[in-house]
C-alpha cells in the first residue's frame, strides 16, 4: 500500500494497465467513429436479431423510429467518447464505467448462451463469453482500480481543479493566491508524472494518423470503384458495389388470408433457391451456386428478414425440414412451413410422415407428383395422400404444372383445402413450349384463369416469376388480379424488403375486376 493508503503498482503494472486501458480505447473510438461517419449505419438489425433477456426491448426500439434514432445516436457518440477518453486518459473512471455499461447491453442483446445464436457472422465461436464480455470485464477492472499516470492527460490538469476544489471549500481564501498554493500540494505536475502523461499524444496521433489513412484509403477504393470506366456501380450490368435495402426501407405492411386455421402472408417465401432447385434454364452451374451461397447461416438470416418484413410461410420440400427445424429451435423462429411432400418419386406416404414429423403446418401433392399421377391415370394415391394429411390435423392440397391435373382432380370429386397451381404470362422471350428446356410452367394462363375462377377453394400460386424471367412487378400484379389468393415466390434475402414493399403496392391496389373473390 502506498503511504495515501491507496494500492500501489509496480512499473510493469503501471504499464500493463496502460496497456489495457490504451488498446481497448482504442477498439471503442474506433467503433464509434466508423459508425458517426457512415450515415447508413444503424442498430436496427442487431436490435431486431436479439434474442436475450432484453430482446422486447431491443424489438420494440427496433420498430419505434424515434427510439431507433436515439439509440444510433447515443451508440455512434457514446462509443466515440468512452474511447476517446480511454485513449487520452480523461475522465477514465467514468469512461470505463460507461463503457462497460454499453458493452453489457450488447452481451445481452445476443448473448452467446446455450439455446441462444446471433444470426450475424462472427469471426469465431463462443460459448458463454465472447469478445463484449471480455471487453466488460477489462473495463470493470480499470474502473475498480487506482488509475496510474501513464499517457493520462487529465494529470496536467489536476493542479487546475485543485485550485477549484480549495476554493469551493475555502472561499474566503479566493482573494488570496498566496494562501490558496500553500493549500494545493504542488504548484504543477513533476517532471516524471509530465513525461507519463505525456506519453499519450503521439500515441493518440498514431490513432489519428491510421484512422485517417484507413479511411482516406477507403473513400479513395469508394470513388475509384464507382468512377472507373464509366461504370455506374450501382445498376450497370457490370456492378463494382451491390446496396440492397434494409429492414428500415420497408414501406407496408403485408395482407393475410387463411386457409383452414392457418393464417398466412399473401406473399409465401419459396424454397427453390434455398434448397438448390434454382430452374435457371441453360445455365448449369445455378444450382450449385445458390446452394454454396445458402449456408445454415445464410437461411436463418433470410428466413429472419422475411419473418420481419411480415412474411409468416415458407412453401418447401421436406428436404429442407431440417433447416426450419433448426431455425425454429436455435432462433426461436416461427415462420410456417407448408410441404410439398415431394420424396423419393411418387411416394406420397413417406413424404407426408416426414413432413408432418417435422412440423409441417400444412401438406400437398407436389406439382409434378400431382402431373405424372394424373397422366398414369392414379388419382386414387391423390385422394389417399389428401386423407392421410388431414387425418394428422392439417389442411391438405394439390398441386399442378398443368391444369389438366387440376380438372382431373376435381372432375374425380377430389375436394383438396387449397390449390398450388402455376400462374404466369408468356411474353417473355424465352416462354417456349419446350418443357425439357426448363422455360415454361404454365402453359396457357388464359385457360388457367377462366377454371381457376370456378374453384372455391383458396389458390397459392407459384412459378409467378416463371423463374426469374418475369419482372416482380409485372408477375405479383398478373398473379393477384387474375385470381391468386397467395403467391409463392424464391427470394434472397437482398430481395426480401423489396419484394414485400412492392406485394403491399400491389395489394393496395384495385381488384375490382377479378376474376374469382378472395377465397381466403
Known amino acids: ?65 424515434w427510439a431507433l434514432a436515439w439509440t444510433d445516436t447515443l451508440n455512434a457518440w457514446g462509443l466515440t467518447l468512452i474511447g476517446a477518453g480511454l485513449l487520452a486518459g480523461v475522465a477514465v473512471r467514468a469512461a470505463s464505467i460507461a463503457g462497460a455499461g454499453l458493452l453489457a447491453l450488447y452481451y445481452l442483446a445476443n448473448p452467446p448462451w ?70 494545493v500540494s504542488r504548484d504543477g505536475v513533476d517532471r516524471r508524472e509530465l513525461v507519463r502523461a505525456l506519453v499519450a499524444v503521439p500515441l493518440v496521433g498514431g490513432f489519428a494518423f491510421a484512422f485517417l489513412k484507413k479511411r482516406g484509403w477507403e473513400s479513395w477504393e ?42 398466412l402472408s399473401r406473399l409465401f417465401l419459396g424454397g427453390n433457391l434455398i434448397g438448390g432447385w434454382a430452374h435457371a434454364r441453360d445455365l448449369i ?63 406420397l406416404v413417406t413424404g407426408i410422415k416426414v413432413s408432418v414429423d417435422a412440423g ?11 402431373d405424372q399421377l394424373v397422366e398414369e391415370g392414379r388419382l386414387e394415391e391423390i385422394a389417399e395422400a389428401l386423407d392421410l394429411i388431414r387425418a394428422n390435423g392439417i389442411p391438405a392440397g394439390v398441386g399442378a404444372h398443368r391444369l389438366d391435373t387440376v380438372r ?12 398450388v397451381k402455376t400462374l404466369h404470362h408468356c ?43 418475369i419482372s416482380p412487378q409485372e408477375g405479383f400484379r398478373f398473379a393477384f388480379a387474375n385470381g391468386a389468393d397467395f403467391i409463392c415466390v424464391g427470394m434472397y434475402d437482398f430481395q426480401i424488403v423489396d419484394d414485400v414493399n412492392l406485394a403491399c403496392d400491389v395489394l393496395a391496389g384495385d381488384f375490382s375486376g377479378r376474376p374469382r373473390p378472395w377465397r381466403a
Open 1 to 65: 500500500m502506498g503511504e495515501s493508503g491507496r494500492p500501489s503498482f509496480s512499473h510493469v503494472q503501471e504499464v500493463l494497465l496502460f496497456a489495457l486501458r490504451f488498446v481497448v480505447g482504442w477498439h471503442l473510438l474506433y467503433e464509434g467513429l466508423v459508425k458517426v461517419f457512415d450515415p447508413q449505419w444503424t442498430a436496427g438489425p442487431f436490435l431486431l436479431e436479439s434474442s436475450g433477456p432484453l430482446a422486447g426491448l431491443f424489438h420494440w426500439t427496433a420498430r419505434t423510429p
Open 114 to 183: 446455450i439455446g441462444f445464436s446471433s444470426g450475424f457472422p462472427t469471426e469465431g465461436n463462443y460459448l458463454i463469453f465472447d469478445k463484449n464480455f471480455i471487453e466488460m470485464l477489462a473495463l470493470a477492472v480499470l474502473a475498480a482500480f487506482p488509475t496510474p499516470s501513464w499517457g493520462r492527460l487529465d494529470v496536467l490538469l489536476e493542479p487546475f481543479w485543485e485550485r477549484v476544489r480549495s476554493r469551493l471549500k475555502a472561499p474566503e481564501l479566493v482573494g488570496s493566491p498566496a494562501k490558496l498554493d500553500r493549500l
Open 222 to 263: 469508394e470513388r475509384h470503384l464507382l468512377a472507373a470506366n464509366g461504370t455506374d456501380a450501382v445498376t450497370s450490368a457490370t456492378v463494382k458495389m451491390f446496396r440492397f435495402s434494409s429492414l428500415q426501407d420497408l414501406r407496408g405492411t403485408l395482407t393475410y388470408g387463411q386457409i383452414g386455421s392457418l393464417r
Open 285 to 347: 452451374y445455378v444450382s450449385e451456386l445458390v446452394k454454396a451461397y445458402h449456408t445454415d447461416e445464410k437461411v436463418f438470416d433470410t428466413f429472419r428478414i422475411a419473418e420481419e418484413c411480415g412474411i409468416n410461410t415458407i412453401l418447401t420440400n421436406p428436404a429442407l425440414s431440417r433447416v426450419i427445424n433448426a431455425y425454429w429451435r436455435r432462433r426461436g423462429g416461427k415462420i410456417q412451413f407448408i410441404s410439398d411432400c415431394a420424396w423419393q418419386g411418387t411416394d
Open 360 to 370: 409441417a403446418h400444412a401438406c400437398y401433392v407436389q406439382g409434378g407428383i400431382g
Open 408 to 419: 382431373a382432380c376435381v372432375d374425380a370429386g377430389i375436394k383438396p383445402d387449397f390449390w
Open 427 to 469: 411474353n417473355y422471350w424465352s416462354a417456349r413450349p419446350q418443357p425439357e428446356n426448363d422455360n415454361i410452367w404454365c402453359y396457357d394462363p388464359e385457360a388457367t384463369i377462366a377454371y381457376m375462377a370456378r374453384l372455391e377453394e383458396p389458390w397459392i400460386a407459384f412459378k409467378v416469376l416463371a423463374a426469374g424471367a
